[in-house]
T-cell receptor, first 113, second 113 residues
């Protein structure tokens, strides 16, 4: 069973609208949680990194939240643009000495004009 | 962009042939990783390296081997390619502190026919 579950699997939104992606994890021991954006045919690119003590982190129109008690995170995209069409991947890092990543399967976002 | 290059970017090979993928970095990062990405799955770890000549297996290591003779190069070898190894392969690098950024290569699309 994947230790990082993302929802929804995919969504379609109109340009200019907001959306929120969810990530639930059971990974332990927890070090930090990352959100990555992956454009088609490209490697993932980091959006945010949060430790357990951080509740919110923003990167432009992207805002990530973390509730370490409930082991939930969300990524909010504000005023979506066509360039936001991508897969968004939630990644949890353990505190192992070499830092083992656990990847969610991603949420595919399509922004339409 | 971080200095990480994968080669080749695309490859088609026949079942039973050996294949080597190369990951080259110019960041002098200690940790290097090989992942595969398949539809419906998050990125899955094949092998990783925590230093020159120091490597270990990930969750899907069967049929793969790796070598790291220099800090900057991490090679992934499929000893005898099978159709189940058709996938997109990503290399990632990361520096020592567990909270540091991880950077991904552009990916190698491998098709085994």
């Amino acid at each position: 069973k994947n230790q990082v579950e993302q929802s929804p699997q995919s969504l379609i939104i109109l340009e200019g609208k907001n959306c929120t992606l969810q990530c639930n994890y059971t990974v332990s021991p927890f070090s930090n949680l990352r959100w990555y954006k992956q454009d088609t045919g490209r490697g993932p690119v980091s959006l945010t990194i949060m430790t357990f003590s951080e509740n919110t982190k923003s990167n432009g129109r992207y805002t990530a939240t973390l509730d370490a008690d409930t082991k939930q995170s969300s990524l909010h995209i504000t005023a979506s643009q066509l360039s936001d069409s991508a897969s968004y991947i939630c990644v949890v890092l353990t505190t192992d000495s070499w830092g083992k990543f656990q990847f969610g399967a991603g949420t595919q976002v399509v922004v339409t004009p | 962009d971080a200095g990480i290059t994968q080669s080749p970017r695309h490859k088609v090979t026949e079942t039973g042939t050996p294949v080597t993928l190369r990951c080259h970095q110019t960041e002098n990062h200690r940790y290097m990783y090989w992942y595969r990405q398949d539809p419906g799955h998050g990125l899955r770890l094949i092998h990783y390296s925590y230093g020159v000549k120091d490597t270990d297996k990930g969750e899907v290591s069967d049929g793969y081997s790796v070598s790291r003779s220099k800090t900057e190069d991490f090679l992934l070898t499929l000893e005898s390619a099978t159709s189940s190894q058709t996938s997109v392969y990503f290399c990632a690098i990361r520096d020592v502190p567990v909270g540091t950024e991880a950077f991904f290569g552009q990916g190698t699309r491998l098709t085994v026919v």
